[in-house]
């Protein structure tokens, strides 16, 4: 009965109702075929939405809701995949340190974590996207090809489209590169029923072609659109887009001259790495990250610091607290601090994208916590929160009596972003009863539940969550960890990491810290202001620390939690224990290609699979 049901993150998901759409609803009766979708600007507009939804992933792994795919028919507007809409989704907070799914069985991503990642399962295991992803390529370079056709479209009109496909083509071909390395690059429309081989291009052609239609694409965008457009690809995602692909590419997974695992073929090396390391790649990464915060700033984008904020006070007697800068940054629609979200439409609207409105991921707090199947947070990550004079906490392997006092000594940030002993839960389950005994304590191996994107105000009823592609607050990371792989931990990377420390309640990092220590305090900022953000799983890898115990790989813990005393007057000990073995393998760095695409002939697998 559970696989009737997608996973969106610690909670299972409910289709969501219709929303009004003033942007991309289909017309009553239009029949979408490729001669009528150029026949003028609205019948474009309404293409333009299938685009988008095709084309704009989620972070919570969400393929396309309430949608049934097959393999057997593909055009530019029926998916295909081997993923069905039935199928268990869920975010890749559960095959990294920074969580554990409470049901491994019913959860298909846990496999990654026992270490049984085939390339037979690949799309049902991460990659749910991979072939829609191919249809929303074919549908944009339709586009591309046939616009001038469009007879009421003027040259900015016609620009900008140009610009909005190119910026999604550049986010499909990102997604592919840090899964899988070089793929294919198609930028043309093949014809029905002719046989296509494409082979997989080198690691550096796929950078360089992502890199070329984002600086085509970011002139013609416009930074914001009005609230009916809010959605949209804007200039400021093509630079954040472009913050992140030379990140990628200047990071030790992909900028080396030996990968971590040789292709059969070692001239085919270059598939999955640069073939050697330049460490002018971090400098090129540092000034796109830089000119992204640059023109956000210059377009009413920025950090939600309010100094009240910063250090919000948790009363952890049931009542939600005040709202604090980073809750607000992640909670709050449409914030300053969102560049760009993914708003998958549901069915019953039409399974668009949502643009204009608030976006669709919704999710039931009846599937929260134990029930269905939530995400707990290993103390393996919960070690990362320092205390608020930014010293490390100490976790002792006997144990302490008062983990409230505990949790108190943390990081602002770890209270707006767990669900923890005695903190607020859920309206209709104020106090959360995580301790021996206590309702929610059922597999919660981890010890505290991941809230993340969770409101305080969520109900019985569905609600909205934000489902973010990409935000300020990263591109200040960004620019503080190339900065210092640069050049040193100059004063311009203290700058920026400070400020999204400061921001939260937390001290600036020491000063005269070395370019090896810099990297690690920025790793560990990074961990904590982007959980649950999906960033977390492809920076172990782009980084090569899956095998570092406790990362991906090795006894994973959680914490024993025993309530005594009386009411009113109540004490929590706590002991760790571990909970899990996981296990990693080196040709986890890269996803296999799927086994029947390879089978076609003209992909070469990666190394190990």
């Known amino acids: 009965m559970k696989k009737r049901y997608l996973i969106f993150t610690l909670i299972c998901c409910m289709l969501a109702q219709s929303c009004e759409n003033e942007f991309l609803d289909k017309a009553p009766g239009v029949d979408l075929t490729e001669d009528n979708a150029f026949l003028d600007k609205a019948s474009l507009e309404i293409f333009m939405a299938t685009i988008y939804k095709y084309g704009l992933h989620s972070n919570f792994r969400y393929r396309l809701q309430g949608e049934t795919v097959n393999t057997t028919q593909a055009n530019a507007y029926t998916p295909f995949s081997q993923v069905n809409a039935t199928d268990v989704i869920h975010p890749s907070s559960s095959i990294s340190d920074e969580g554990d799914a409470s049901e491994a069985a019913f959860v298909h991503s846990n496999r990654w974590n026992e270490g049984v990642v085939l390339p037979a399962t690949i799309v049902n295991l991460e990659d749910y996207r991979y072939f829609i992803r191919w249809i929303a390529l074919r549908q944009i370079n339709l586009v591309l090809k046939r616009i001038d056709e469009v007879p009421d479209a003027d040259e900015a009109y016609k620009k900008q489209i140009r610009a909005e496909v190119k910026f999604i083509r550049a986010l499909n071909y990102m997604e592919m590169i840090k899964r899988y390395g070089g ?74 001259a030996t990968p971590v695992l040789n292709m059969g073929n070692a001239s085919d090396n270059k598939l999955i790495c640069y073939g050697n390391y330049d460490a002018n790649r971090w400098k090129l990464a540092a000034d796109a990250a830089k000119q992204a915060i640059n023109l956000a700033l210059a377009n009413g984008y920025g950090l939600i610091d309010e100094a009240a904020n910063r250090n919000p006070k948790d009363l952890d007697n049931g009542t939600s607290g005040p709202l604090g800068n980073y809750r607000a940054s992640w909670e709050t629609t449409n914030n300053k601090e969102l560049i760009l979200m993914y708003q998958g439409g549901a069915a019953a609207a039409g399974g668009i994208t949502n643009i204009g409105n608030a976006p669709l991921t919704f999710w039931n707090p009846a599937c929260y916590g134990s029930f269905w199947s939530g995400i707990s947070v290993p103390l393996n990550f919960i070690k990362k929160y320092e205390k608020m004079d930014g010293t490390p906490q100490t976790w002792d392997a006997t144990g302490g009596s008062d983990l409230i006092a505990k949790y108190a000594e943390l990081d602002p940030r770890f209270k707006q972003t767990m669900s923890y002993t005695n903190s607020y839960y859920t309206a209709r389950d104020p106090i959360a009863q995580i301790y021996n005994g206590g309702k929610d304590y059922v597999n919660c191996k981890g010890g505290v539940w991941l809230r993340k994107y969770i409101p305080r105000n969520a109900t019985n009823a569905n609600f909205v969550m934000n489902d973010v592609l990409f935000r300020v607050n990263e591109l200040y990371l960004n620019y503080a960890e190339a900065l210092n792989e640069a050049s040193g931990p100059v004063a311009e990377a203290y700058t920026a990491v400070n400020a999204i420390r400061n921001r939260s309640g937390m001290p600036n990092l020491p000063a005269g810290l070395t370019k090896d220590q810099f990297r690690e305090r920025v790793r560990n900022e990074i961990a904590i202001e982007l959980v649950n953000d999906d960033h977390r799983f492809w920076d172990i890898k782009r980084w090569l620390i899956a095998e570092q115990e406790g990362v991906m790989t090795g006894a994973f813990q959680g914490l024993e939690i025993n309530r005594s005393g009386s009411t009113g007057n109540y004490k929590y000990s706590w002991k760790p224990y571990v909970f899990e073995t996981r296990t990693f393998n080196k040709n986890m760095y890269l996803h296999p290609f799927p086994q029947n695409e390879v089978m076609k002939g003209n992909l070469t697998q990666n190394p190990g699979w």
Do not use: H, W
Request: with cysteine; aromatic share 10%; charged share 20%.
């Open 183 to 256: 793929v294919p690059i198609v930028d043309q429309v093949f014809e029905a029923e002719v046989k296509i081989e494409v082979p997989r291009s080198s690691f550096e052609e796929c950078v360089n072609f992502i890199l070329k239609d984002l600086e085509e694409a970011y002139t013609d965008l416009p930074a914001v659109y009005s609230a009916s457009q809010t959605g949209r690809a804007t200039s400021v995602a093509a630079l954040a887009l472009k913050s992140e692909v030379l990140l990628y590419a200047a990071s030790p997974q992909f900028n080396t």
